[in-house]
Structure formats: C-alpha cells, structure tokens
C-alpha cells in the first residue's frame, strides 16, 4: 500500500484513528490539483494497535509524512521477523520503524528507521475531511488496469493530455489528439456500476441518453502514475466521470480503499 | 470528425490496405531500424519497404513481403509516403510490447493516398484502438548503387557469432575498421578506443562461417556510432550477409525469421569512413 501512496504522492497526511488509517492528500494547486483519499482498516494490517489522540472527543492524530521515506524504511522490513511502528518525540516528533530482522545467533538484529513526520494540529484538520462522491454525469467500471496501463503509457510518449469519455452503455474511450497524429482505444462491455439514487440525481441519469458520452481532459501523466501504482488487480476498480470538470476514481481491494480525483484541464 | 471503429470496407479508394494477424511480425522489424524518427514507406504489390537514413551515409531498410501479411492490396504501380517512425511504432505497439504466448494484435493498415493520414485499426482482446497518423512528402533516398555484380568480398556468418561482439563493440573508438581477405585474417572486425585496440578475427572454416568468397584483401573504417543500431537487426536476425564493394561501401542483410517461421529481410548500406582498400595487409 505504502508503495502505491509513494508512487502517487511526495507528501502526504497520515490520520490515525482507533480503527482505521487514512493516507491524504488534498487537491492543492502544487498537487496539480489532483486530490487522494486512501483508506485502510488497522486490524488488516496490524495485530496490535494503540493511539490515543489529542483529546478523548477527538480520538484522533493528523501527520504529515513522506511516503517514500516510509516506503523505504519498509523496503527492509520485507523479510523481518516483526515491524513495530511508534510515533516518538525525542528532539522532534518521528515515527519509529523498529524492524526486527532474523539472524543466526540468538539475539535477533533491529533496525530502526526514524522518520520525521509533521504534526497537523487540530485547527487544520478541516482540511482534510473525506471528499464526497461529485455530481457525476457517468460512473462506469474501468476496463483491465493491464490493458489500460499499456495504452496509456503508450499514449503517454504521444501527448500530454488525454480524453477520457464514457456513457451509461458501458463504453469507455481514451483519446489523445496532437499535430502528427490522434488515437483512440475503444473499450466495451464494461458495465455501469448502480449507484443507490439519492435526491433525484439517479432519475435524471435514467432521464439522460445512455449513449452520451461525459468527457474530460485531463494530464495523461497524473493518470499514468494512478495505473502504474497498481500492480495487484483491484476488487473493484470504478471511475466517476463529471464532464469536463473531474475525474474520480475508486480502486477497492480487499482491504484498502484508494479514492483519486483528477480535474480536467482548463 | 469521430473516428470510427468499423475499418473500411473494400471498394473504398483506400490506394494501400494490409492486414496482419500479429502486428509485432511488423512492430519487431520496424524496431530494427528505427535509429531515426522519420522513415520513409514504400508499397508495390510486392509487399512493403520501409527505409531510414542518418548523415547522408547510413541506410536501412526493412522488407516485409505482401506473402507475410493475411491482406495486401496496392492500388497503384507504387505508394510512397514520409512518416514518423516514432509515433508508427508507439501506435503498433499499443497494447504493450510484451509477447504473451496466444495472445495477438491484429493490425489493418489503410492509407487513402497523397496527402492523407495513415490509419492504424489494431484489435486485442475485443479492444478496438484507432490511430491517424499524418504522412509527409517523401524525401529523395540514397542510392547506393550497390549491385551484386560489383561484390568483391562476400561472407555469410551466423548471427550468434556476431551477436555478443556488436554488442560489446568499444563505443569509444570513433569507427568500426573491416577486414576481408583471402588469407589470414580473414574477416576481422576491430576498434581503436581510450583502452587500446580490440581485434576479433573469424577463420575460415569457423562452424560460423556459412559462405566464404572473399577476392581481394579489403580494410574499410565506418563511423561506429552509424553502424550500432544495426545491433538490433543482428539481435533478430539468424543469418548476416557482409558484403564490400570496390568502393568500401559496406552491405549488411539480415535474414530474420519471424514467430511464424517466415522469412522477411532488413539491410543496412554504410559508406566508409576513410578510403583504406590495401593490396596486402
């Protein structure tokens, strides 16, 4: 999971809470505007797990981390026997890798990794609340990522943006256009996940032609480091399509939730 | 204007149309001379040529025969357009470069002729990838007049033999220097680099050595840096024809057999660097 959220992000917000943990990343401009809510249950990853937050109405912690320092601390932890992570405040507040490595003498090596991490006080965290699913004019379940990743990247050495347009048929297309030459991949079949209607935003959608198409051009570079992140297959692998504004996707696995959202281009 | 997903039924005045059941039988040559972003193609009803120059001393061309593609039609005597070969390849390879075992690009080509875009309809597993490509004015080619009857040396080798040493040519010597001759040593391909010179010498009767037919002694310097992606077509290949004329210009043809077992062609044409032709070494 680590690895995914380095690839995506170079700084992001950690929240703790007593079940879950949450990896953040709000749609600033220096983001490019792009926004992450990953979201992850304790008990899958953890067999013990203790925090105790800022106050008892607020059990909860805010951090700001670099998830490649992270992901590296970890990279050792690939063969440890046990990985203990601690969030100290010796000269200044860290999070402490204690991996503990098998050896051939009795007493077992630990390496600790200290990484800083910033702490994110408690006026700030409105910041940064869930998204909320936008408005969409087309949700559509993405194609195979295997397939996807390959013409993406592909499209990647052609242009620096791309169009990625669907409808409510389970027809999605991906179109680059630039001087020398335009490409478009069709992909059918691909089935309109159902939303449960809420205030009459599923009625207008039944209203609507199922075969227009809601687009958005967004950078095909953002899209690309979405899809090479993922190297397992998701669960459930969606996006969310408001033409011409943004672009949301959701790759669920069995026990993460990533939500990414990619705004078009002006 | 939508691109649609249907390609053209026949009866339209498509001037070129192929189709391929396996799009890397095609992918896969083009690679081995793609040391340029343009490539010029040129179609007769005897199949396809696409040629790629550097330095007005360097040529490649790769051949694909009308035999080795499931379609091939050609309207007129001959169709020549100018393209990028960058962007060819990336729209070939579309569904990634990885060649799972089954699994295949088809690929249907059609060009409508002077001045249009070249169109690209690949299918892979029931998903449909539509790609214009804008063609230019074809460019003058080189002739290098090299005929068979002007050959003064001539050897056949396997590849294998040759494989691992143009992969490890000194690429800090400037030129790559070819030896031919009738005596010892025979065929001898050396550099001259910031570590000294390296000599490798390939007898005769070397189980390598397919044919022999060497007149003359012949020491030829080609600038190195125009001869290394000819690596890559020796990578494919499994047989390498080395030809010199009176002249020094050097001819590579590789005989490369694709995943079908047929056979296509590419060769390189280089001038020499420095005219050296010594009577006796």
């Not at chain 2, 694909?64 to 990028?84: C, D, H, K, L, Y």
């Not at chain 2, 060649?99 to 690009?105: A, C, E, K, N």
Request: charged share 20%; aromatic share 8%.
């Amino acid at each position: 999971v680590i690895n995914t959220i380095a690839k995506l992000a170079k700084t992001c917000t950690l929240r703790l809470t007593v079940s879950k943990l949450y990896f953040i990343l709000s749609d600033k401009v220096a983001n490019g505007g792009v926004s992450m809510w990953c979201e992850l249950c304790q008990g899958n990853f953890f067999d013990e797990f203790q925090m105790e937050g800022v106050a008892a109405e607020h059990n909860e912690i805010y951090l700001e981390l670099m998830p490649e320092n992270l992901s590296r601390a970890l990279k050792t932890a690939q063969s440890a026997k046990a990985v203990k992570i601690k969030l100290t405040n010796k000269h200044c507040p860290c999070l402490r890798v204690a991996v503990e490595l098998p050896s051939l003498s009795s007493s077992s090596r630990i390496v600790t990794h200290d990484i800083p991490v910033g702490i994110i006080p408690r006026r700030l965290w409105n910041d940064f609340r869930e998204p909320s699913v936008p408005d969409f004019d087309v949700s559509i379940y993405l194609p195979v990522l295997k397939t996807m990743k390959s013409v993406v990247e592909r499209m990647k050495n052609l242009s620096n943006s791309i169009v990625i347009e669907a409808n409510l048929s389970g027809e999605m297309n991906l179109k680059i256009e630039t001087d020398l030459v335009s490409v478009t991949t069709h992909f059918k079949d691909l089935g309109n996940p159902p939303w449960a209607s809420e205030d009459g935003c599923q009625s207008s959608a039944q209203d609507r032609d199922l075969e227009s198409m809601a687009e958005a051009r967004i950078d095909i570079k953002k899209l690309q480091q979405l899809l090479a992140g993922q190297q397992v297959n998701p669960t459930k692998a969606l996006c969310n399509i408001v033409s011409k504004r943004i672009v949301h996707f959701i790759l669920l696995h069995e026990d993460v939730s990533l939500q990414y959202f990619i705004p078009a281009l002006a | 204007m939508p691109l649609s997903t249907q390609p053209p039924a026949s009866g339209e005045p498509y001037v070129l149309v192929a189709s391929l059941d396996n799009a890397r039988h095609l992918s896969s040559l083009l690679r081995a001379v793609h040391f340029q972003d343009h490539a010029t193609c040129f179609a007769t009803a005897n199949g396809l040529r696409v040629t790629v120059e550097d330095a007005k001393c360097i040529q490649a061309n790769a051949f694909i025969q009308a035999e080795i593609f499931q379609e091939f039609a050609v309207q007129e005597e001959s169709v020549t357009f100018r393209i990028n070969l960058s962007v060819l390849l990336d729209c070939l390879t579309i569904f990634g470069t990885s060649s799972l075992p089954g699994i295949s690009t088809a690929l249907r080509m059609c060009y409508r002729g002077y001045g249009y875009p070249l169109m690209l309809f690949l299918e892979e597993g029931g998903v449909v990838t539509v790609c214009k490509i804008n063609t230019q004015e074809p460019d003058e080619l080189l002739d290098f007049d090299f005929c068979s009857t002007k050959v003064v040396n001539k050897i056949i080798l396997q590849s294998e033999g040759l494989r691992e040493a143009f992969a490890e040519l000194d690429m800090t010597s400037e030129v790559l220097q070819i030896t031919m001759s009738p005596d010892k040593p025979y065929f001898r391909l050396s550099t001259f680099g910031n570590a000294g010179s390296a000599h490798l010498d390939y007898p005769r009767d070397s189980d390598l050595m397919e044919a022999f037919y060497c007149n003359q002694t012949q020491t030829n310097r080609y600038k190195i840096s125009l001869l290394k992606p000819s690596t890559k077509a020796l990578a494919l290949s499994c047989k390498v024809s080395i030809r010199t004329d009176a002249q020094g210009f050097l001819s590579l043809q590789y005989m490369i057999r694709n995943e079908d077992g047929q056979i296509c062609f590419v060769e390189y044409y280089c001038c020499p660097d420095e005219d050296i032709t010594e009577a006796e070494l």
